[in-house]
């Protein structure tokens, strides 16, 4: 299931904030660690739990001019390609501009659900000049206000309607997706891994052309690598490369149980890669990095744990993740990445026993417990593992309101050391008892 609402239009109509609107991307910007880029085009939003990844094409357009138009009409395509829905968003303002005309050409040819959503209808007199809009000729419109978020719960209540929710898993090996930016060494990675150039590899019956299924099944393992390389668009305009390769890193990440992030050893973790890294973790996805090129290195018997912690400190909060170190050009420790790969996946899929947990953590708490609030104490009374694809644990208490971050913090910690999570997001609920 992967469900991608693309947000499309041309400048200045109130894309970007719509997408803070229902991604809420302000607060996440807040809680991020200092020196990474603010802008954060792509992003899970909710409602009625149905979660959903949004994109904002327009933190992809070129600055010049001349490529401007060129590059949005050619926006409007991918996302017709590669979205679920596309929202049409439209300025009640301006009205209808030929920008407008043109991109609903492009629309009217899709087979995806378009909603034109006309945006700074801030109030009810604007609500007339809104029906300018029925004559784009895509049917229903919805007036919406970014600024102030009325309409947008009757545009997403009819945006959810579309969704495939109920996709039957056809498959049931484990899924790796190797992701990462252009030049890595995705490619060279998987056609080292499958030990022949995978352009000539079939691709396996009933898997979409969204991305390329490969069926591993050499030394012992049996998985499938979602490979997001394979598939490169020729884009006219440079910069709607980066947003093709975020489309399909969306897709892949949400299909895959385990996240291969490749990062360039020249190049460093950068602020693309940590979006990547994030979107991840909050799809509750197994993760694993792998720091390419590590032959282009000079080393000395520092530099992996120097590399080590340069990474984990910008992976905040969620460092127990495995780094490993790769040549695929000398063929380094490929195969380990694999390994790696699949002691993540059994962690993800770890169920604790009651018992077990409770026998272990309790005697913990009952030397730490929680702090009292208000002169009143918390009890922990006693803990388990909640059913689920990724590990989710509830802890049973008398006030779960009155535990906070910190402590909940080191309980995460405590279930890490006690029990492997490594490279695996946990989640951890106060229940009432
Ligand atoms: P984008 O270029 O399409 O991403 O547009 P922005 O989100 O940057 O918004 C362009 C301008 O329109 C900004 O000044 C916003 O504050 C303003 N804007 C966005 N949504 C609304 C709205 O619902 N009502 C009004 N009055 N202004 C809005
Ligand atoms: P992709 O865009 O992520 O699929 O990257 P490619 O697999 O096409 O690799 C980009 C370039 O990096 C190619 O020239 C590769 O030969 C080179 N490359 C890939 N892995 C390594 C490596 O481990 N060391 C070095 N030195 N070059 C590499």
Known sequence: ????????????????????????????????????????????????????????????????????????????????EEATAILFVVDVTTGITDLDD?????????????????????????QSDATIFYSLGLGEIYNISSMTGSGTGELLDEVVKTFDEEKVEENTLPKYAIVGRPNVGKSSMINGLIGRDRNIVTPIAGTTRDSIHIHF???????????TAGLRKKTKVKENIEFYSVMRTIKALEEADVIILMIDAVEGIESQDIN?????????????????????????????????????????PFTD????????????RMLKVIDVANHVYANRAKKISTSKLNDVLLPIIENYPPPALKGKFVKIKYITQIPGTAPMFAFFCNLPQY????????LENKLRDNFDFEGVPVQIFFRQK
């Open 403 to 410: 535990i906070k971050e910190p402590y909940k913090r080191f």
């Open 102 to 126: 043109e991109i609903a050409v492009l629309l009217r040819r899709s087979k995806k659900p378009v909603f034109v959503v006309v945006n700074k209808v801030d109030n009810t007199l604007q």
């Open 276 to 316: 990547i890294f994030h979107l991840a973790e909050k799809n509750k996805k197994g993760i694993v990095i792998v720091v390419n090129k590590w032959d282009l290195i000079e080393k000395n018997n520092k530099t992996v744990k120097v590399f080590e912690d340069t990474i984990r400190e910008k992976l905040q």
């Open 1 to 80: 299931m992967s469900n991608i609402v693309a947000i499309v239009g041309r400048p200045n109509v109130g894309k970007s904030t719509l997408y803070n609107r229902l991604t809420e991307s302000r607060k996440a910007i807040v809680d991020d660690f200092s020196g990474v880029t603010r802008d954060r085009h792509y992003g899970i939003a909710e409602w009625t739990h149905h979660n959903f990844t949004v994109i904002d094409t327009g933190g992809y357009v070129a600055n010049s001019e001349d490529v401007f138009e060129a590059a949005i009409r050619e926006q409007v395509v991918i996302a017709v």
């Open 217 to 227: 099944n050499q030394y012992g393992h049996d998985f499938m690598l979602i490979d």
């Open 321 to 332: 993740v495995p780094i490993v170190f790769t040549s695929v050009t000398e063929k380094q």
